[in-house]
T-cell receptor
Framework: GAVVSQHPSWVICKSGTSVKIECRSL??????MFWYRQFPKQSLMLMAT?????????EQGVEKDKFLINHASLTLSTLTVTSAHPEDSSFYIC?????????????FGPGTRLTVL | LAKTTQPISMDSYEGQEVNITCSHN???????ITWYQQFPSQGPRFIIQ???TKVTNEVASLFIPADRKSSTLSLPRVSLSDTAVYYC???????????????FGKGTHLIIQP
């Protein structure tokens, strides 16, 4: 099946620093990748949609200047949390949408646990 | 995206068949139904996807009645490792370049006991 990886799997940083999270589709090309955030005991919430070669589309309430998304290739998207604060601590999950011709399915990465001190 | 309603939690025992039903009264003609499984601190894992009638794969079956206003995920002979949160989502997977992110509901927390 389709495999999506994320790096790092967890990161701890100091308040005010920036953190970059990578999302890769390992065995398929993904023109579209998505970034989600999940707080403890809550469901996933879509943050933004990332299309290769174009600007990301952010959901309402998500600060685009704080959560920078780059989708430079068909297999890599990055999320940079700039000037992170404790309230940004969360579980960040990416997904990649396959384009195999059959119903497109989103495949999720394993997630990145961000803790901001 | 069509809103879905699932039970918040379910309990069962090892070896039993578990059926989780999802209501999606406002499902659109082009919408498919997709189920994901999520373990704590992991990303959701795709289980099964279907449009109508019945779909079966190596891990589950998906039953969809003719009106498509609900669907049932069936897990045969569950084990302790099936304890997880199960999400039912409805959407159009052929939306192409305008691909939509998924709207997750609260999911069903399935607890399997020995």
């Amino acid at each position: 099946g389709a495999v999506v990886s994320q790096h790092p799997s967890w990161v701890i940083c100091k308040s005010g620093t920036s953190v970059k999270i990578e999302c890769r589709s390992l065995d398929f090309q993904a023109t579209t990748m998505f970034w989600y955030r999940q707080f403890p005991k809550q469901s996933l919430m879509l943050m933004a949609t990332s299309n290769e070669g174009s600007k990301a589309t952010y959901e309402q309430g998500v600060e685009k200047d704080k959560f920078l998304i780059n989708h430079a290739s068909l297999t890599l998207s990055t999320l940079t949390v700039t000037s992170a604060h404790p309230e940004d601590s969360s579980f960040y999950i990416c997904s990649a949408r396959g384009t195999s011709g059959s119903p497109d399915t989103q495949y999720f990465g394993p997630g990145t646990r961000l803790t901001v001190l | 995206l069509a809103k879905t309603t699932q039970p918040i939690s379910m309990d069962s025992y090892e070896g039993q068949e578990v059926n989780i039903t999802c209501s999606h009264n406002n499902i659109a003609t082009n919408d498919y139904i997709t189920w994901y499984q999520q373990f704590p601190s992991q990303g959701p894992r795709f289980i099964i996807q279907g449009y109508k009638t019945k779909v079966t794969n190596e891990v589950a079956s998906l039953f969809i009645p003719a009106d498509r206003k609900s669907s049932t995920l069936s897990l045969p002979r569950v084990s302790l490792s099936d304890t997880a949160v199960y999400y039912c989502l409805v959407g159009d997977p052929y939306s192409g370049g305008g691909a939509d992110g998924l709207t997750f509901g609260k999911g069903t927390h399935l607890i399997i006991q020995p």
